[in-house]
């Protein structure tokens, strides 16, 4: 089962404005990390964020989390034509001293961004 | 250094065969992921290896679906008598993780089945 839901499903815009996403999850995490997907490379990890961070930067990305809410928001300024992927919030449970810490993915926000 | 590889990358089979989709890992990253992917859907967990030891498969669908990573570097995933609902991409990942927090996992390109 998905835990984490973005939001939008699909958004298109044009290069050079920003781009935001939403993951809401359902259970306690540990952390949240985001992933971008598309045919040329695959899944990439693109960031991670702990439980206890409120905000993380990483080059052009902005990630922001709100466990009271249990939501996250990726931000993409000056998006570029290579931004064009799916991407998806995944999180992992507390540890508990024994497990996985298997990853629980979104179904994804389809971003187009077009030149 | 390599990344994650998988293969066959494409591989069609037909209802009823059995099949073996193999995974190479980074050197030394001692966590092994499998997941498979329906279309439009994001990964979903199948099994976890640390190492050579299988310490979670909750999320293997059925007792077809077999893993395995005997010297605990490359793993197979096998799926005996497959069925249409089999077809999907089959994503490997590796950790370097040993510690209660999770790190981020390399995926490889994954394996697409199709079942005929």
């Known amino acids: 089962s998905q835990q984490g839901e973005e939001d939008p499903q699909a958004l298109s815009i044009q290069e050079g404005e920003n781009a935001t996403m939403n993951c809401s999850y359902k259970t306690s995490i540990n952390n949240l990390q985001w992933y971008r997907q598309n045919s040329g490379r695959g899944l990439v990890h693109l960031i991670l964020i702990r439980s206890n961070e409120r905000e993380k930067h990483s080059g052009r990305l902005r990630v922001t989390l709100d466990t009271s809410k249990k939501s996250s928001s990726l931000l993409i300024t000056a998006s570029r034509a290579a931004d064009t992927a799916s991407y998806f919030c995944a999180t992992d449970a507390p540890y508990s001293g024994a497990g996985s810490y298997q990853l629980t993915f979104g179904k994804g926000t389809k971003l187009s961004v077009i030149p | 250094g390599a990344g994650v590889s998988q293969s066959p990358r494409y591989k069609v089979a037909k209802r009823g065969q059995d099949v073996a989709l193999r995974c190479d890992p980074i050197?030394?990253?001692?966590?092994l992921f499998w997941y498979q992917q329906a279309l439009g859907q994001g990964p979903e967990f199948l099994t976890y290896?640390?190492?050579?030891?299988?310490?979670?498969k909750s999320g293997l669908p059925s007792d077809r679906f077999f893993a395995e990573r005997p010297e605990g570097s490359v793993s197979t995933l096998k799926i005996q008598r497959t069925q249409q609902e089999d077809s999907a991409v089959y994503l490997c990942?590796?950790?370097?993780?040993?510690?209660?927090?999770?790190?981020?996992?390399?995926f490889g390109p994954g394996t697409r089945l199709t079942v005929t």
């Open positions: 050197s030394g990253h001692v966590s």
């Open positions: 990942a590796s950790s370097s993780r040993q510690g209660p927090y999770s790190y981020e996992q390399y």
């Open positions: 290896f640390q190492n050579e030891a299988q310490l979670d």
